[in-house]
């Protein structure tokens, strides 16, 4: 394969000054990045990557749900093209590289083939799925979700945000919805490179994680109903404390995860108790449980024994509570073939490697479905994700870029 030797790197300064100019956009308060799908923040992220794409040469393609497609080159104008990359949005309190790292790698691998003059026979195309991260708008991946067939469209475009904004309305209202039509495009492959957002790959003093699978999904979320009342007045055993009831269902949720222990996961990271005030008892506490795991009859365990077990605490307390299924996905298996070129490309360019199970959900989840699909993740400083602190070096991102432009030069075919 003429060009694809290890001389065939990426420009990783200029990778590292995409991401800190992107990193301007909708900062967070404490050094990471606010930038909430389909808000204005979103919109200029959106407007810069087009920027830079339509600098490099590329055609932007935009569908019914805001998913941007730069498209670059082929020599064959018939084959397939390889896709590569990941989401712009960011969690309220997301890192400067959860999900911008996929979709600027994506671009550098472009513009390194610039630099080199070098022109694939596949094109390539670098995608921004919107709204992967589902804190506003759940559930998560929701437009590669769509693209893949579980979602309908018009289902996505009704999710509501917490002040009562729809998907759709909010799509339109900033600029970004397209008009092709959503699932029509057609993959060689895809790839997505994303940091690690666990401790494994630093601890182990590797480059490269090889992702061999994704771990499930599974989000309930739960209403648990008492009764408001005065927190002086109110003699305890009158109570109906929603806000104990929840607290005790959380307990019960960690000891589900911890039964199924090292690879199953239970917590809760959305909470809100009704009424919210300091001198009333709450009379509801919705919050929505997170359960994953590699293997699904774990997850599907789990699930059953929340459903099972947090009723019976319920029960014992005089409270009501509810079930709503409001999110997940199966394990997933990635691609053997495309894994392969990941773990080539680590091997052909000299950085050290490992086969991984990603923790974290991600776009290529999805578009499992579609294409043959395989993720290459680099390190995260501690292992840390979804807080404002996240940190990776530039040595990891443009190592990670690195394997990333030789799996997909590989795939595309020079
Ligand atoms: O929830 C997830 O795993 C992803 O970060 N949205
Ligand atoms: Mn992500
Ligand atoms: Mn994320
Ligand atoms: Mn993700």
Redesign the pocket.
Known sequence: MPNLNSNLRVNGDRLWDSLMEMAKIGPGVAGGNNRQTLTDEDAEGRALFQKWCEDAGCTMGLDQMGNMFASWGGTDPDALPVYVGSHLDTQPTGGKY?GVLGVLSGLEILRSLNDLGIKTKHPIVVTNWTN???TRFAP??LSSGVFAGIHTQDWAYEREDAEGKTFGDELKRIGWRGDEEVGARKMHAFFELHIE?GPILEAGEKDIGVVTHGQG?SWTQVTITGKDSHTGSTPMPLRKNAGLGMARVLEKVDEIAWSHAPHAVGAAGHIDVYPNSRNVIPGQAVFTV?FRSPDLSVIEDMEARLRVEAREIADDMGLGIEFEKVGGFDPVTFDEGCVTAVRDAAERLGYSHTNLIS????DACWINRMAPTAMVMCPCVDGLS?NEAEEISIEWATAGTDVLLHAVVETAQI
């Not at 923790?359 to 991600?362: I, M, P, T």
């Open positions: 959860d992967e991260e589902g998560a991946m957002q999904l997170d923790g974290a959900g991600h979804h």
